[in-house]
């Protein structure tokens, strides 16, 4: 099978006229129309090879997801599952700043537009590209906290460790621009994820059962 980057069949045209659409205007702001044209296809071709929009943007997000994960070297699943949680907490978020921080990805853009507008295929999104993700995130913090702590502890945490993650995803061309500028070079960003693996250890230790 032909790689969707080289192959300039109508399936992967609409591929990536949708995904470069769908990352500048959004869900909403994308018309299939739009789509076509940019293709060169016909209106036809949407529903033939993909049923809806809906079906395509998914198939846009999928894509992008996974084109994200083997560009940057993140094994599916993101995370190392071995280790000490630690370990394993720095691997989910370096993972996760690696795909918010790729700037050969539309997957950032169109991350950002889904959290800020999210789409009819929201739901389904979280289930299929990051559930395994959200998932381990879940266990770590379990364990950090002790098996007293209560479910909303639990989903406090695991929103607060994100919420580090999602602030390089909404700053990250501020902060490109700022002085001094952030790098994107792959030791700051591992430095970055040190950084918030330490400062959310450190939390997450002191609202343990054993504190």
């Given at each position: ?5 080289t ?6 045209r ?22 076509v ?17 809906r ?25 190392s ?31 950002a ?23 381990e995130?879940?266990?770590?913090v ?8 209560p ?56 609202l343990?059962?054993?504190?």
């Open positions: 099978m032909a790689d969707a980057a192959d300039s069949g109508p399936r992967n609409l591929l990536q006229a949708a995904a470069e659409l769908f990352a500048a205007r959004g869900y909403d702001g994308t018309a299939v129309r739009g789509i044209a940019s293709a060169g296809t016909n209106l036809n071709a949407v529903n033939y090879y993909f049923g809806s929009k079906a395509l943007y998914l198939e846009v997000m999928r894509s992008q997801f996974a084109l994200n994960q083997r560009t940057t070297s993140i094994p599916p699943g993101g995370a599952q071995s280790g000490s949680l630690q370990e394993r907490l720095h691997g989910f978020v370096l993972a996760t700043l690696r795909q918010f921080l790729d700037a050969r990805s539309l997957l950032p853009r169109l991350t537009l889904e959290i800020l507008n999210p789409s009819p295929a929201f739901d389904e999104l979280i289930a299929t590209t990051h559930a395994d993700e959200q998932r995130l879940t266990l770590i379990r364990e950090l906290l002790g098996p007293q702590a479910p909303e502890r639990v989903n406090a945490c695991v929103r607060s460790v994100l919420s580090q993650c999602v602030y390089y995803l909404f700053m990250r061309d501020a902060l490109l621009r700022s002085q001094p500028p952030m790098s994107l070079e792959r030791a700051a960003v591992e430095s970055i994820a040190a950084h918030i693996t330490e400062f959310s250890m450190a939390a997450l230790r002191g343990s059962d054993d504190h």
